[in-house]
Nanobody, 113 residues
Framework: QVQLVESGGGLVQAGGSLRLSCAASRSIFSSATMAWYRQAPEKQRELVAFISSGGSTYYADSVKGRFTISRDNDKNTVLLQMNSLKPEDTAVYYC???????WGQGTQVTVSS
C-alpha cells in the first residue's frame, strides 16, 4: 500500500524554524524524485522544493536560501528544514513522489507575524 505521511508542522512566530518530515513507502521512494508542495487558503497548490534520487535539488524562488530539502534513503524519509519563516509561508505542506499519484494528508504550518 502506497503511503505518504507528513509531520512536523505547527505554529511558529515569524523568523522561527520548523522541520517537516515525510515518511514514504519504500516502493515509491527509493528511485523517485521527492517533492514538497504547499497550499495556502484559497490558493493553488505550489511546488516548494524537490530532491532527486541522486541528491540534486530545486527550490522555488520564494524559499531559496531559507528552506533545505534532504532525504534519508535508509529511512525512506524526505525532510524540509524551514528557517526564517514568514507569514506568507503559512500553508498545508504535502510531500509527493514522482512515481506515484498519491498525496499524503499534509501538515499545517502557521507563521504568525
Amino acid at each position: 500500500q502506497v503511503q505518504l505521511v507528513e509531520s512536523g508542522g505547527g505554529l511558529v512566530q515569524a523568523g522561527g524554524s520548523l522541520r517537516l518530515s515525510c515518511a514514504a513507502s519504500r516502493s515509491i521512494f527509493s528511485s523517485a524524485t521527492m517533492a514538497w508542495y504547499r497550499q495556502a487558503p484559497e490558493k493553488q497548490r505550489e511546488l516548494v522544493a524537490f530532491i532527486s534520487s541522486g541528491g540534486s535539488t530545486y527550490y522555488a524562488d520564494s524559499v531559496k536560501g531559507r528552506f533545505t530539502i534532504s532525504r534519508d534513503n535508509d529511512k525512506n524519509t524526505v525532510l524540509l528544514q524551514m528557517n526564517s519563516l514568514k507569514p506568507e509561508d503559512t500553508a498545508v505542506y504535502y510531500c509527493k513522489s514522482s512515481t506515484s499519484l498519491a498525496w499524503g494528508q499534509g501538515t499545517q504550518v502557521t507563521v504568525s507575524s
